[in-house]
């Protein structure tokens, strides 16, 4: 489609460690690959792969089992090693000020995600993210609350605009903004940024920059007496709590000056586009740059499937999937070459990533709607469906491979459904 009190805690540098064994097993080769999957396949379907084969006697922490019934007890048909990907963000540091939080998940944290990193940001009411830019895009997606974005665009002319839950913007690479949390209880967002080794430690702030230029400079620079600026910040603000802007209107007017507003509208409210595609099963919107027209590097699909529905088999042609899921549960299994494949479940707060053109699914396994954006570092969204691809091939040819008949055939969706039951 185009456009418990026994439990042992687990503490971060034991999901690191795990991960980190995972990433050693899918540093094999294709051959060794092949030959584990071919004994595990073959362990799987002896006798003694029973109930007691199965069973963990030893140190368990039985709650994090319980939320990952994939890793604990995986599908007869996973094989082989598939690098981790997944990362809970709340694994991640939060890194606290007085006007709210940040807590990122980077290559550093998800190895497998080169080419995207997010973070999850809270601003209190009032509460700054400072005026600063980025060495990467930056993508945006409110999950609560109000807050109000300002930006400058590159002739200089300014954008100021409030927005709320499920309204998004993006900020291209160097242009400076700002976002404050609005009343009553400011705001939650998710950042993504369109470079997998991006960190929130590596910003251009004003504060920081001001505080690392000689005052005589600066003096010179603003045309002012030096002693004017006696009070600068000595360090970065980066978030810090202020009072709440006042009207919007007002700060429309004022930062419009003589040369105007911006005429890029650097925000978008995804509640007034039309679903791009509905099912009995979930619906889905599409946002790229065919109708986020400043989005030039980052594409997206906003998912909702319902109870017992699932994200069809699929794969993306020109991107990685970022994927962040915000709310309900479900489970995702990846194939990759050489015979093998991972299920890992999800659950809200999670973060997920697939590789360009590796096959996958998305499951519902609870009893809530399960939503995730999925996102790609490319200027329009594609995916490919596996019953699309088999309904426009030959019908003996798929009927071949697939040793099915021409009735089972004929009962596949001949369009892509995206999300199924149709």
Do not use: C
């Amino acid at each position: 489609m185009a456009n418990d009190d026994n439990a042992v805690k687990f503490t971060r540098r034991d999901f690191l460690e795990a991960s980190s064994g995972a990433l050693a097993i899918a540093g094999v080769g294709p051959v060794a690959s092949a030959a584990a999957a071919a004994q595990e396949k073959a362990a799987k379907t002896d006798a003694n792969y029973s109930d007691r084969a199965k069973s963990d006697p030893g140190p368990t922490n039985s709650v994090l089992d319980a939320q990952n019934p994939s890793g604990f007890n995986p599908p007869s048909t996973d094989a082989g090693g598939v690098q981790t990907f997944k990362y809970p963000f709340s694994f991640g540091h939060k890194r606290l000020h007085s006007g709210g939080w940040s807590r990122e998940v980077t290559q550093r944290e998800l190895a497998v995600s080169k080419t995207m990193a997010g973070v999850d940001m809270r601003l209190t009411a009032g509460g700054i993210r400072e005026l600063h830019w980025h060495t990467a895009a930056e993508w945006a997606f409110m999950l609560y609350g109000n807050a109000r974005i300002t930006g400058l665009d590159n002739d200089g002319k300014s954008f100021v605009q409030d927005v709320h839950e499920n309204d998004l913007w993006y900020f291209p690479t160097g242009i400076p903004h700002s976002i404050q949390g609005l009343g009553p209880d400011g705001a939650e967002f998710l950042l993504v940024f369109d470079d997998g080794n991006f960190s929130e430690y590596a910003t251009v702030l004003l504060s920081d920059w001001m505080a690392h230029t000689p005052k005589d400079v600066l003096a010179k620079n603003f045309g002012v007496p030096e002693s004017a600026l006696a009070n600068l910040p000595k360090e970065e603000l980066f978030i810090f709590q202020s009072a709440l802007p006042g009207p919007l209107e007002a700060d429309l007017k004022v930062s419009a000056g003589a040369r105007g507003l911006s005429p890029i509208d650097f925000g978008f409210r995804t509640s007034q586009m039309p679903v791009t595609k509905k099912t009995k099963g979930g619906e889905v919107r599409i946002v790229d740059s065919n109708n986020f027209k400043i989005s030039k590097t980052i594409s997206a699909a906003i998912v909702t499937v319902h109870p017992g529905g699932i994200r069809e088999l699929h794969w993306h042609q020109n991107a990685d999937e970022w994927q962040y899921y915000f709310a309900g549960k479900g489970r995702m299994t990846v194939f990759a070459t050489g015979a093998r494949a991972r299920t890992m479940d999800f659950q809200t707060g999670d973060v997920g990533y697939v590789q360009q053109t590796l096959p996958h699914y998305i499951e519902n396994t609870g009893d809530t709607d399960l939503k995730f954006l999925e996102m790609f570092k490319a200027p329009v969204y594609q995916d490919l469906s596996l019953s699309e691809w088999l309904t426009h091939t030959p019908p003996q040819l798929v009927m071949a491979h697939m040793n099915i008949d021409k009735a089972t055939l004929d009962k596949i969706p001949r369009d892509e459904i995206v999300i199924m039951p149709e």
